[in-house]
Every structure is written in C-alpha cells, then in structure tokens.
C-alpha cells in the first residue's frame, strides 16, 4: 500500500503562487510514476501533471504548461506541484495520485492504483 497526503492548498489570489506537496509512505518511492489531478465544482477531474518514477520525464497539460512545475525529491519521498501566475479557473480540488505505470497516469485515470484525499486551490479574481 501507498498513502499519499497533500498539503499547500490555499487562497490566492489571481497571479499569486502556491506550492503543493504530496508525501508518500509504504512502498519504494521510485517505483511510482507520480502526478496531479485537478477537479473543480461541477467538473471532472482533470490531468494536470506527471513525472515518471525516475524523474526524468515530466507531462503537463496544455491549460498549466509554462505555469506549473511538477518535481519530485527521493530523499523525502515527496512531488511538488509549483504553480505560477495563478489564474481563477485554476481553482479546484488538487489531488496526488501514484502508479507503477508511466501510461496509467497519462491515460487511464480510472486505472490509478493510489489517491490522496485532496487540497483546496482557491484563486480569487
């Protein structure tokens, strides 16, 4: 078993900055690609972004790309989600997810073996 737990989330507002942590526990950090999910109210949850199990691929979605920066530190067992030049539709429910697949988490969410329970964004206008 893996336990992620977010943490960071916050209010911001428009063109602020937040840093997201998710820190992982249980089994061998480096085997799992890891990423990060967004879901807004009324929306579904959406890809952000992944950084593969040995950190040297990194995917970003189109909305967050030159904004977000996701990075990961082995000796923590902790991913970050930089996020820059923050805008109000980038306010969601931030969600870490794990997996032994690189694939999985660009494109079979529901096949994601590990969930955090989330943190809030909020970005005011």
């Known amino acids: 078993q893996v336990q992620l737990v977010e943490s960071g989330g916050g209010l911001v507002q428009a063109g602020g900055s937040l840093r997201l942590s998710c820190a992982a526990s249980g089994r061998t950090f480096g085997n799992y690609a890891m990423g990060w999910f967004r879901q807004a109210p009324g929306k579904e949850r959406e890809f952000v972004a992944a950084?593969?199990?040995?950190?040297?691929?990194?995917n970003y979605a189109d909305s967050v790309k030159g904004r977000f920066t996701i990075s990961r530190v082995y000796a923590k067992n902790t991913v970050y989600l930089q996020m820059n030049s923050l805008k109000p539709e980038d306010t969601a429910v931030y969600y870490c997810a794990a997996d032994p697949l690189w694939n999985t988490l660009l494109r079979d969410w529901s096949a994601v073996d590990y969930w955090g329970t989330g943190t809030l964004v909020t970005v005011s206008s």
């Open positions: 950084v593969s199990g040995g950190g040297r691929s990194t």
